[in-house]
């Protein structure tokens, strides 16, 4: 199975700064398509996961174009330009390359 | 307007079975493919497997190979999860989610979760 590791495990950020979280794989995730099977998806508390980000830079339906989505390969970074307090909550990123499908173990982001 | 909708939480005994349901409403069903992902309490998330609901090919984890059917009925709009043999480190919250395109954006559609606890 593909092992997906993400840092920082946790984070604070003022609202109106920048976030990063970080994303590896075990193996590299670009398909011979030219696409990286990468997901990124947020979990506020109390609710269900929401995508954000697919095939590793490209943003879902309705997200904010404050998230974006860069890496290729094994190394995958999601970045929220400017944080609002809706954001906060845990990123979780997810390989689709090859089943099992595996999620990251996620970061947790907070507001200052 | 877009609607997926899962069946109420399960208390079920090791040994036993549960089938859990996700009803889609407000888009084309069969344009989308499901899949069936569960958080085990205060833990991260783990996905069970998939299934295309317009011709009911399937995939599943090994870890659950064996114990889980998953099925889609095209003239209800519903898909189910069915796990057997339940053991206690099934306790989890299980959720569905359509996955397909709007124009030519992906778009995923998540159920709210189920709640299926197993204890003697």
């Known amino acids: 199975d593909i092992v997906m590791t993400q840092s920082p495990l946790s984070l604070a950020v003022t609202p109106g700064e920048p976030a990063s979280f970080s994303c590896r794989s075990s193996?590299?995730?670009?398909?011979?398509?030219?696409?990286?099977?990468l997901d990124w998806y947020l979990q506020k508390p109390g609710q269900s996961p929401q995508l954000l980000i697919y095939?590793?830079?490209i943003r879902a339906s309705g997200v904010p174009d404050r998230f974006s989505g860069s890496g290729s390969g094994t190394d995958f970074t999601l970045k929220i330009s400017r944080v609002e307090a809706e954001d906060v909550g845990v990123y979780y990123c997810?390989?689709?390359?090859?089943?099992?499908?595996?999620f990251g173990p996620g970061t947790k982001m907070d507001i200052k | 307007q877009v609607q997926v909708v899962q069946s109420g939480a399960e208390v079920k005994k090791p040994g036993a079975s549960v089938k859990v349901s996700c009803k889609a409403s407000?888009?084309?069903?069969?344009?989308?493919?499901v899949s069936w992902v569960r958080q085990a309490p205060g833990q991260g998330l783990e996905w069970m497997g998939w299934?295309?609901?317009?011709?009911?090919?399937?995939n599943y984890a090994q870890k659950v190979q064996g114990r889980i059917t998953m099925t889609a009925d095209t003239d209800t709009t519903t898909a189910y999860m069915d796990l057997r043999s339940l053991r206690s480190d099934d306790t989890a919250i299980y959720y569905c989610?359509?996955?397909?395109?709007?124009?030519?954006?992906?778009?995923?559609?998540w159920g709210q979760g189920t709640l299926v606890t197993v204890s003697s």
């Open positions: 095939f590793g830079s």
């Open positions: 989610s359509y996955s397909g395109n709007s124009g030519t954006l992906r778009v995923d559609y």
């Open positions: 193996q590299s995730l670009l398909h011979n398509n030219g696409y990286n099977y």
């Open positions: 407000g888009f084309t069903f069969v344009n989308y493919g």
């Open positions: 299934i295309n609901t317009y011709n009911g090919d399937t």
């Open positions: 997810m390989q689709a390359l090859q089943t099992p499908f595996t």
